[in-house]
């Protein structure tokens, strides 16, 4: 009842928005039966018909497997409404919905509804480009800084790959000002105390720890509380830094979770705060190597 009250009152909002050259239009696309076009929608046969819109899914067993199954569906869904956009099928992902809180896993309502969140974001951003300004050329323009500096730059440089290419001479760093070269060696065995790089480290294993467990660990009031027992609280902890990475290795780290940051899949919840706190992170760590080589 309440799925058929969701359809009937947006189909009419949505008719009441569209133009009418584009209902009509609309209306002219044909579409097969629901149960027929999406794998995962079954015709009710019982009394009152209608459509179970999350059926007979299968269950990958853990939290991973689920995922890519939501993804996989989510990719069928937006292909088929994308086949036959009409009305009726402008409201479908609703019904969908309202299915999965009652029968889908965790992992298939995050794998499902982060796959359709990048279509959102790839047809928003679509909707926010300049209709009428052209893209002018970008226009290649010479240096205008010194040739001291350019030239200063490309030693640096060519130091940094020096030191890269010979790992043997245990150098951590190099460091130059007006007063001379100042060399700093690597200690055996010696590891900077680093509060990120530990976060990170922990985050990492309790996510993948949380996504080997069983299916059969889960149910509906705990699996919650195990996720932010196991990961989720590492990773509120790693949102809530400031300032830079305190090592080398704790600015490398957190741009390595930042490439791992896929806010589509399902790991990271979809606001992009952690992502921005591993770019300053790492960012601050190098601007205060001002003057350092490697």
Partial sequence: MATKALRKRTVSEFERAALPHQIEASSLIKSPPLHEGLSFIKKNTEKGGG??????VPTGGSYGPDAEIGQRLAEE???????????????LLGSIMLAM????????KIGFMNTINKYAMAGGYVSQLPQDEAQEPTKQTSDPRPAAVLKLEGLLKEAAALLRANEDLQIAQVALNEHGIHTMYKI???????????????????LRA???MPIETFTKENEDQIAADM?????DALREWKG???TREGAIEALKLFTEIDVFEGDFRSDDTLAQTLRLAALR???????MVA
Avoid: M, Q
């Fill in 210 to 212: 949380f996504r080997e």
């Fill in 231 to 235: 990961y989720e609280k590492h990773e």
């Fill in 188 to 206: 055996p065995g010696f590891r900077k105390h680093d509060a990120l790089r530990d976060k990170i480290i922990a985050y990492r294993d309790g």
């Fill in 77 to 91: 869904f937006i292909a088929f409404i994308g086949k036959h956009h009409n009305v009726g099928n402008a409201t």
């Fill in 285 to 291: 760590y190098l601007e205060g190597l001002e003057g």
């Fill in 51 to 56: 459509y179970d819109y999350w059926a007979n």
């Fill in 244 to 246: 830079a990475a305190p």
């Fill in 101 to 108: 809180e009652t029968s889908a896993t965790r992992g298939h």
